[in-house]
């Protein structure tokens, strides 16, 4: 596997308090290494990914917009088409290339969607996922 996927982990310093700003910055280079892992280089990405793992659903990366310093992706599974299952993680997921950043995004703008806590909710979720995903075995090489 290529150096750029072995970064070492993420430290938080000392001085950052949990669920602060300084933390939640932690966390979302934290998210970016961990996407990074999964998906490779983000510059070649196509505007629909689908990885595929036998013996679970299918992950499904969409492509909403791309600038010269940001990546936003949409992140979601695709049930069986017999299942009912509408519940399904779906999330806006922006990379910030340039300081190798990635944050879960809102995906309504409303006041409350803003406030660090909500910030912390969405973007440990997108940590846990993107780490059950890698233990799963979804990889460069399934999409």
């Known amino acids: ?25 932690a966390l979302y ?6 996407l990074l892992k999964l998906m490779g280089d983000f510059r070649g990405i196509a ?13 499904k990366i969409t492509l ?3 600038t010269p310093y940001t990546i936003t992706l ?6 069986l088409p017999q299942t009912e299952l ?3 993680p779906n999330l806006c997921v922006r990379i910030f290339e340039d ?22 909710q969405r973007n440990i979720f997108l940590n846990k996922w993107l780490e059950y995903l890698w233990d799963r075995g979804y990889t460069v090489s399934t999409l």
């Not at 280079?29 to 961990?34: G, H, Q």
Request: with cysteine; glycine share 2%.
């Open 29 to 34: 280079e934290d998210n970016y290494r961990r």
């Open 99 to 120: 300081a190798r950043l990635c944050s879960a995004e809102a995906l309504f703008d409303h006041p409350k969607a803003r406030t660090l806590s909500a910030r912390w």
């Open 86 to 88: 509408n519940d399904a």
């Open 74 to 79: 949409q992140l979601t599974y695709e049930f």
């Open 1 to 25: 596997m290529s150096e750029r996927f072995d970064l070492p982990p993420t430290v938080v310093s000392w001085r950052t308090r949990p669920q602060s700003f300084g933390a939640l910055m």
């Open 64 to 66: 909403l917009e791309r």
């Open 47 to 59: 505007p629909v990914t689908v990885s595929s793992i036998e013996g679970d659903c299918d992950l």
